[in-house]
């Protein structure tokens, strides 16, 4: 037995070491591509929001 009771041999079989490390890596990259989406969406608010308060700003609005 090994730690916690639990025994250090596994019966898993090659083929399911690396089905499951591919189903990981996958899932894995699909979270990275969804934060990147969210983050370039995020960003691109924020320089809207920056625009829109410049060209707001009575300090920064030039008199007609």
């Known amino acids: 037995m090994g730690v916690g009771g ?5 019966n898993l079989r ?7 490390m591919d189903d990981y890596l996958r899932r894995a990259d699909e979270d990275l591509e969804e934060r990147l989406l ?3 969406r995020v960003g691109h608010a ?7 308060m410049w ?4 300090l920064f609005c030039k008199a007609r």
Not at 6 to 10: D, G, I, P
Not at 46 to 52: A, N, S, T, V
Not at 55 to 58: C, M
């Open 55 to 58: 060209r707001t700003s009575p």
């Open 6 to 10: 639990v025994s250090a041999k596994a």
């Open 46 to 52: 924020r320089r809207q929001l920056e625009l829109r």
């Open 38 to 40: 969210r983050m370039s």
């Open 14 to 20: 090659l083929e399911d070491v690396a089905a499951a």
